[in-house]
């Protein structure tokens, strides 16, 4: 071939390479197509078009780049598909990353940004999707505070006080639709806070509060795992996050479309992601399964609901049915305030809800069971953090709802109850 011809075809395929290649940033000048693909800087995560199984409707998402199963951990139109190829992902005059179909807007990060700090969209190896501007570096906007159905390491779960974002995950419709879900996944501020599960508006699980050591509601966190948990609440925001110990370790929290938070890691051997943990886990994890007042227990052969020291069924015909939804009432004539009361100790439990607590974190576990004491109103209490002898005071002045015990890794409770009861439960440890 004559010199100058093949010079000239080398050329062309020079030239041609960047454009086939993959990149981690759109640019005003090069919008993200489909059958495009964003790749982050060490290709850990990859950005792009897809279509569910069975579906041909177009969502743009984020997935693992270096596992064989397409794992999509973040949708951007998961509420707004597109019904061909023709979505295009730029970046508008006025800075922002626009998702659109011709002339038809479908999404937009729709943020204000000074029109002389021109920005670009990049793919973090953290898997988030950043809009930055150029010349500063100035995040304006990130996909993860606005997360769908997965928690990845370096994502937050919680809420922004500074600026509002209130990151929840929320559960995919179903396996093949990426719409949003029944079941969400995120904090309840209120008291001391705590993360919930909902179907809607109502509670199915709780995590119970962060006791200095844990979730006090996940003893399974006493056990070494590839991840490290941060947990920050402070005047600025409350968030929970985890990293990974190993980053060849690849781990995940997902809410499934049927209402289970599964904890999963993949497994290169077998080439699919392995679930080790699930919540709920039992049928005490239900949020109020043996309504107020009462405590369960699944190591009771009978039936997991009794009733806490110094109370009795509000509906002995349904425990007796084995329905202790109902739940328990203090014991007619029971008198509590100054005849004499005290206090049960109710080892290895799960709090009850916190977020109806009142929360004091400057005084010792003494001080709080004298203050409790002092008010006819409060049904009992604990220590807010464990760690040490135990400091800090969860008092609750009002029914003790969705209470339960674990074999291992709970807490010490505290149940106020009326002086005749204290005896009895006094002469029969003395008995035994």
């Given at each position: 071939m004559h010199p100058v011809k093949m010079f000239l075809q080398y050329l062309i395929l020079f030239l041609m390479l960047p454009l086939c290649s993959s990149t981690d940033t759109i640019t005003p000048n090069q919008p993200f197509r489909d059958g495009d693909l964003l790749v982050s800087k060490e290709s850990r995560f990859a950005l792009g078009f897809f279509s569910p199984r069975n579906s041909t409707l177009r969502y743009i998402g984020v997935w693992y780049n270096t596992i064989r199963e397409q794992t999509v951990v973040w949708v951007l139109n998961r509420d707004h598909p597109i019904n061909d190829t023709s979505g295009v992902l730029s970046i508008n005059t006025s800075g922002n990353l626009l998702l659109h179909r011709g002339n038809t807007h479908v999404w937009s990060t729709d943020v204000s940004i000074s029109s002389v700090n021109p920005t670009v969209a990049q793919l973090l190896d953290t898997g988030n999707l950043v809009l930055i501007q150029k010349d500063d570096k100035m995040v304006v906007w990130q996909g993860f505070d606005y997360p769908t159905d997965n928690l990845i390491p370096h994502m937050k779960l919680g809420l922004n006080r500074r600026t509002g974002y209130n990151r929840f995950l929320?559960?995919?419709?179903?396996?093949?639709?990426?719409?949003?879900?029944?079941?969400?996944?995120?904090?309840?501020?209120?008291?001391?806070?705590?993360?919930?599960?909902?179907?809607?508006?109502?509670?199915?699980?709780?995590?119970?509060?962060?006791?200095?050591?844990?979730?006090?509601?996940?003893?399974?966190?006493?056990?070494?795992?590839?991840?490290?948990?941060?947990?920050?609440?402070?005047?600025?925001?409350?968030?929970?996050?985890?990293?990974?110990?190993?980053?060849?370790?690849?781990?995940?929290?997902?809410?499934?479309?049927?209402?289970?938070?599964?904890?999963?890691?993949?497994?290169?051997?077998?080439?699919?992601?392995?679930?080790?943990?699930?919540?709920?886990?039992?049928?005490?994890?239900?949020?109020?399964?043996?309504?107020?007042?009462?405590?369960?227990?699944?190591?009771?052969?009978?039936?997991?609901?009794?009733?806490?020291?110094?109370?009795?069924?509000?509906s002995p015909r349904d425990l007796f049915l084995k329905d202790g939804s109902a739940g328990c009432l203090r014991k007619e004539g029971a008198k509590v305030c100054g005849n004499g009361e005290g206090f049960v100790k109710v080892g290895g439990a799960k709090p009850p809800d916190t977020s109806v607590a009142r929360v004091n974190m400057n005084i010792s576990m003494e001080a709080c069971r004298e203050e409790c004491l002092k008010e006819c109103s409060c049904s009992g209490y604990a220590a807010a953090n464990v760690s040490g002898s135990g400091s800090g005071c969860l008092s609750w002045h009002g029914d003790l709802v969705d209470t339960r015990v674990f074999p291992e890794g709970g807490q010490n409770l505290y149940v106020r109850v009326d002086a005749i009861t204290l005896g009895m439960l006094a002469f029969n440890c003395q008995d035994s």
């Open positions: 929320t559960s995919w419709k179903s396996p093949t639709d990426p719409a949003t879900g029944k079941y969400s996944l995120g904090f309840n501020v209120s008291g001391s806070p705590q993360i919930f599960l909902y179907q809607g508006s109502e509670p199915l699980w709780r995590s119970g509060h962060w006791n200095g050591l844990r979730w006090s509601g996940l003893p399974v966190m006493m056990y070494r795992f590839q991840h490290k948990v941060s947990f920050l609440n402070n005047q600025d925001e409350i968030y929970y996050m985890f990293i990974m110990v190993n980053a060849s370790f690849l781990e995940r929290l997902t809410v499934d479309h049927e209402g289970y938070i599964q904890r999963n890691m993949w497994q290169e051997t077998e080439g699919k992601w392995f679930s080790f943990y699930t919540a709920p886990r039992d049928r005490c994890d239900r949020y109020g399964r043996c309504g107020p007042n009462s405590n369960c227990d699944n190591s009771q052969a009978e039936f997991e609901c009794t009733c806490l020291a110094g109370f009795e069924p509000k």
